[in-house]
């Protein structure tokens, strides 16, 4: 079996590392357009309903332009990288440890994760569906991300030499992130969301603090950290770790590709407060893993083929 994927964006950051990631694979016949051709409407229709999967890598109007593109009758299915779909009905939300591996493998349109959301999720989706912590809390979110995850633009600048030691942004509150944290978390309140970025080309840092001492029933720290891991139990991609001895989580300037993301919890020595925490690379899990993990899921492969994990 050899599926026809055309990747649209293909030139940009993150199809640039879905490519590298589906190269060498006999499963797949990628497809790309090159020079002109790449935002030429008539070669990119002919292309995307062609495709029996079409992974969109654009920015978000120009993702809505490819999805009106595809004739239904042609049956490509769509993996959307942007920030278009996330919380648009009849699209499947392309987290399987969330959403379900069977959902994500039976679906014709999946809208991939934004990179943030993919850490909060991780951290307070299975919290708040256990019944362990609150949908009605008032959720914040403090986030740090290399600055590929702002994509070429962003590389650009950072690349120029006028880059910031650290930036923190979204203080009009109204992140594109937003949406989707509140309704894949099921919770009733906005988050509060406060990211950076800083000249680390790659990785992301998310984190939840807690006040437990103030939520109904106190939570403890551990039972948090034994509800994420039996959570995400088995999963080769998802790891709770162990926090002990952990006195901080630095991004490194040159991190390794990784599709991985590491979750702690953390929590101080009365109980009462929290420290909630994903660390994950914006262009792996947050981006094109997740892509290459949904792909792999809809043409009934292991889910993991492709991806970079530890050995
Ligand atoms: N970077 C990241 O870490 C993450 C990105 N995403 C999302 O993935 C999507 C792509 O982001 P990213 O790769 O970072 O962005 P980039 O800006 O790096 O790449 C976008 C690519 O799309 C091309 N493009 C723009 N308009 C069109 C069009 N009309 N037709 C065809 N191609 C077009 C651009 O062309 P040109 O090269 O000429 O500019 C560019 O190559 C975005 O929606 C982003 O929000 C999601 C999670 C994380
Ligand atoms: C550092 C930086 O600028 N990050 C981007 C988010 C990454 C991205 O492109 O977002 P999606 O996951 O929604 O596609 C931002 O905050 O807008």
Redesign the pocket.
């Known amino acids: 079996m050899t599926v026809s994927v055309f990747v649209?964006?293909?030139?940009?950051?993150?199809?640039?590392?879905i490519v590298e990631r589906l190269q060498g694979r006999p499963e797949f016949a990628v497809h790309m357009?090159d020079g002109e051709r790449?935002?030429?409407?008539a070669a990119?229709r002919e292309a995307l309903n062609e495709a029996e999967i079409a992974i969109?890598?654009?920015?978000?109007?120009?993702?809505r332009?490819?999805v009106a593109m595809i004739d239904p009758a042609a049956g490509t299915r769509v993996i959307?990288?942007?920030?278009?779909h996330r919380t648009a009905p009849g699209w499947t939300y392309g987290f399987p440890e969330l959403i379900g591996r069977e959902t994500v493998a039976a679906a014709t349109r999946v809208s991939?994760?934004?990179?943030y959301p993919?850490g909060f999720l991780a951290l307070v989706a299975p919290l708040v569906r256990a019944g362990v912590i609150p949908a009605d809390w008032p959720y914040t979110v403090n986030a740090v991300?290399?600055y590929?995850?702002?994509?070429?633009?962003?590389?650009e600048q950072f690349e120029s030499g006028g880059a910031p030691a650290f930036r923190a942004y979204a203080y009009a509150m109204a992140h594109?992130h937003q949406p989707e944290m509140k309704a894949h978390a099921g919770l009733e309140h906005d988050v509060i969301f406060a990211p950076s970025v800083v000249p680390a080309y790659?990785g992301m840092i998310v984190e939840v603090p807690l006040h437990l001492g103030a939520m109904p029933g106190n939570p403890t720290a551990d039972v948090l950290r034994d509800t994420l891991r039996r959570f995400f139990d088995g999963s080769p991609v998802v790891s709770v770790r162990d926090e002990s001895g952990i006195g901080e989580l630095v991004l490194e300037e040159n991190a390794a590709p990784s599709d991985a993301m590491d979750l702690f919890v953390f929590g101080n020595e009365g109980g009462g407060h929290a420290r909630l925490v994903a660390r994950l690379d914006?262009?792996g899990k947050?981006?094109?893993g997740?892509a290459v993990q949904s792909l792999n899921l809809m043409c009934g492969l292991d889910q993991t083929a492709g991806l970079r994990l530890p050995a």
């Open positions: 649209d964006g293909a030139a940009g950051t993150t199809g640039l590392e357009l790449r935002k030429d409407p990119r969109l890598c654009l920015p978000d109007d120009a993702s332009e490819a959307d990288a942007s920030s278009a991939n994760p934004g990179c993919t991300s290399g590929s995850g702002g994509g070429k633009a962003l590389i594109k790659r914006n262009l947050g981006a094109s997740a």
